[in-house]
Structure formats: C-alpha cells, structure tokens
C-alpha cells in the first residue's frame, strides 16, 4: 500500500493553500494559467535543450531516482539536467511531472547528497504540489501573458499568497526527503551547504553549531513582534523558506512518533506496520449515518477499540443513525492512531418491554381518550377491565336538546385517575379510578 502523503503534509503547507485558494480572484487566475499553459511545452523545451537522464545516460545519477518512488509511492518522473552554475533542482508538470537539476547543483553537493535533493522533488510530486508550483513561479515571475485580460483582479495579494504557500510547502517535501533519507542528518547539511558550506572548502562543518543558529534565529523572530515584521518584509517574495529554518523544522519533525512510525512502515517487507500509522477520519461526515455501517468503516479502517453507547432519548432522529462520535475524547475531523478509543453515539428508541420495565404494576392505556368518545360505554367497560383496571364508576349525562354528535348509551366524557386528557402512551395503575359519563336521553 502507498504511503499517504497527507500523513507528512506540513500544517502550514495545508493552511496556506487553503488560504491562497480563498482569495478573491484566484479562481479566475487559475482557470487563465491553465488556458495557456502547456505541460507538453515544457516537455519539449527539456528534450531539445537539457540532458536526459536514463540507464544510458549518467545512471549513476538516474539510478538514485526509481528506489525513492517507490518509498513515496509514485512513478518514476524523467530527469534533466541543466547547464547552470547556480546550484538548484525543481519540479515542474502536471500529468507527468519531471524534476530538472542544475550542473551547479553537481558541483556543490557531493554525490552522496544528491538523493537527498531528489528525494525533496519527488517529494513534491507525491504531495501534488507541482501543477500549483509551476502557476506560482509563472506568477512570481511576473508573467503576464495570461493575466492581462482579468480585469480588476488585484494580482500582488495572489503573488504574495502564492510565495507564502510556495515556502510552506518545502517543508512538507523536506519531510519526504526525512522518510527517504531514514534520517534529517542529509537534509541538515544540504542546507548547510546551500547555506555556504561548499564541498571544496577545507574545513569541517558543525551540525550542531548549524543548529544552535536556527534556534537562535527562530527565538529571534518569535520573541520580538518588530522581528517578525521584519522577516515578513525582507522575505515576502522569497519561494523557499530560510535554510536554517527548514533545518530546524526538519529535526523537530524526526524527533516525533508519527516519523518513527512512517519509517518503519516505509522500511517494512510487511504490511504489519500499517497499524501503527494515524488514519484520517471525517467525523463529521459520520453524524447522521447508520451506525452499523459506520462500525464497520471503522472496524475495515483498523480501530480495535470502538464503543457504542445507546441514546434513547434524542428526538426527530431516525433510527440507529448516528448522533456524536468521539475518537480519542476529540469530536473534530483529524488523523487517529487505530488503537483511540472510539466513542459513537447512537439513537435506538426503547422496546416496548424495556418501556413496560420502568412501569411495574402499571397499565398502558395505548390509546388517547379521544378513542373512547362516542363508543358504547358497556363496551369501554369491558376493553378497560380487559387490560386490567378494576376501579369503574359510571354516570350519566343528559344529551343536549340540539344532540349533535351525540349518541345514547355512547361515551361522553372519560376521566383516568383525575386525567381527562391522555395520550396513547400514558401509565396508570391498576386501582386508578375510572370515571366513564354517558349519554341518556332527557324526557
């Protein structure tokens, strides 16, 4: 089974999406990109300019690609390179993704760290990231060919909205290159070398010390409201998140037990290890559903620990559909570790044996006393003696000179232990007194 990618995805790399797609105007620059862009120029500007990578072609280097997809669960994309001093590597596509890394980026990483930097673009494949990734660097780009004709569209909140998801989402193919690397010790010095730290300089690095300034850096700008000001001006329009930050991100991420988790399904023969990773549950999907059906999701889905717990009270609620589920005393929809305790809420009416329980030496009328009215009051007798009442007093009333549904020997009026209004459900006991008036016809 694939893994997931939402089990890595980076909160903030979700937020920010969220975000950028609730701008006004997003959506009209999105349906413009995709009229003009095409996934297939790309392609051909690669094949006519860059250098295919291939098991013909550099392998040592297109070797390093097919054991990561296989970790992230995606296809193989093809690789490029480019000639360029800068080092760097991206991700570009839709359809069929590539990744393009640059001769530069040969010459400041030494071979052993080139998987890692793969491994961060396959990361963004796996992630979906790319199709946004290409329109979010057009854009920043200041591309305008498919902008022009939007009118009023204020286009600088979307570049802006644009940068900010673009830096976020780093961090979740960071989290990628973690699971594939089995460890942030690669990732970590990538970005000390992005950083400065060139493979040709004669001196040794320190991880720790790298550390210590992003920690250092983060406590710079957290603790100190015109810092974090700051940062958001002088870095508004960057499209990569800080490379200390990303660093200490990294290394906060290894240290949690969804990564330990991750790394051992990933580097499992067996599917056993699935077990231990979160599932995501739409909880509030479930309220309203038969809970049999949704025992059974959860029951498929791996949760061992589910309890039901039985509402008979709740009303305008069909029956056996569900009313609440917690998982883990938490209502919201998440990610769940299988072994949460569940909790589902469920409406179920009481039986008519469990009603007839908490009524001992009762009797249910089962009818209003509209029923009654207008029967033969002998007959009433009988029906009210048949369920077990035994205390009768019968009188007379005079019918009405007009006499208007009004019927001799039939019942008037009917009044049980002082209750002259009742409805089928209600209880008495046995020795309630019976009061039955009748009509007689005056002479």
């Not at 000001?229 to 240290?255: S, V």
């Not at 039985?310 to 917690?326: D, L, P, Q, V």
């Amino acid at each position: 089974m694939a893994l997931d990618y939402k089990l890595y995805l980076h909160d903030s790399d979700k937020a920010a999406m969220a975000a950028l797609k609730a701008i006004p105007g997003f959506s009209q620059v999105m349906k413009a990109f995709m009229k003009i862009w095409s996934e297939q120029q790309l392609r051909l500007i690669n094949m006519s300019t860059n250098l295919r990578l291939n098991e013909k072609q550099m392998a040592k280097y297109y070797n390093m690609l097919p054991p990561i997809c296989t970790k992230l669960g995606i296809d193989v994309p093809e690789l490029f390179v480019e000639l360029d001093v800068h080092p760097n590597a991206y991700t570009y596509g839709d359809t069929k993704p590539f990744i393009v890394i640059t001769s530069g980026l040969f010459e400041t990483l030494p071979d052993e760290l080139i998987p890692t930097v793969l491994a961060h673009e396959c990361g963004h494949i796996a992630c979906h990231h790319t199709l946004y990734t290409t329109m979010g660097r057009a854009i920043l780009n200041g591309a305008s060919a498919f902008v022009s004709g939007l009118g009023n569209i204020a286009l600088y909140p979307i570049q802006l909205a644009f940068a900010y998801w673009m830096r976020c989402s780093e961090f979740s193919a960071d989290r990628a290159t973690i699971i594939c690397d089995g460890s942030a010790e690669k990732s970590t010095e990538v970005m000390m070398r992005f950083a400065g730290y060139d493979k040709d300089i004669m001196a040794d690095a320190n991880v720790e010390a790298f550390m210590e300034q992003a920690l250092e850096y983060k406590n710079l700008v957290d603790n100190n409201a015109w810092n974090k000001t700051l940062e958001f001006i002088l870095f508004q329009n960057y499209d990569h998140p800080l490379n200390a930050i990303r660093a200490y991100e990294g290394r906060e991420w290894e240290k949690t037990e969804l990564y330990k988790n991750i790394l051992e399904y990933v580097n499992s023969e067996t599917s056993d290890d699935e077990s231990k990773l979160p599932v995501e549950v739409s909880i509030k999907k479930m309220i309203g559903k038969n809970v049999v059906d949704v025992q059974a999701k959860l029951l498929t889905m791996g949760f061992d620990n589910i309890k039901t717990v039985r509402n008979t009270e709740a009303t305008k609620t069909k029956e056996g559909s569900i009313i609440a589920i917690t998982i883990n005393e938490l209502s919201e929809d998440g990610w769940y570790k299988r072994s949460d305790e569940v909790r589902i809420e469920y409406f179920e009416a009481k039986t008519d044996e469990e009603i007839a329980l908490e009524h001992p030496g009762e009797i249910k009328i089962g009818e209003n006393q509209k029923y009654f009215l207008g029967k033969n009051y002998e007959e009433v007798k009988v029906e009210l003696k048949y369920l077990g009442f035994t205390n009768f007093t019968i009188k007379e009333m005079a019918m009405s000179k007009i006499g208007w549904g009004e019927k001799e020997n039939c019942v008037a009026k009917i009044i049980i232990n002082d209750q002259s209004q009742f409805d089928k459900d209600s209880w008495f006991i046995k020795e309630s007194e019976v009061i039955i008036y009748y009509y007689v016809r005056v002479k």
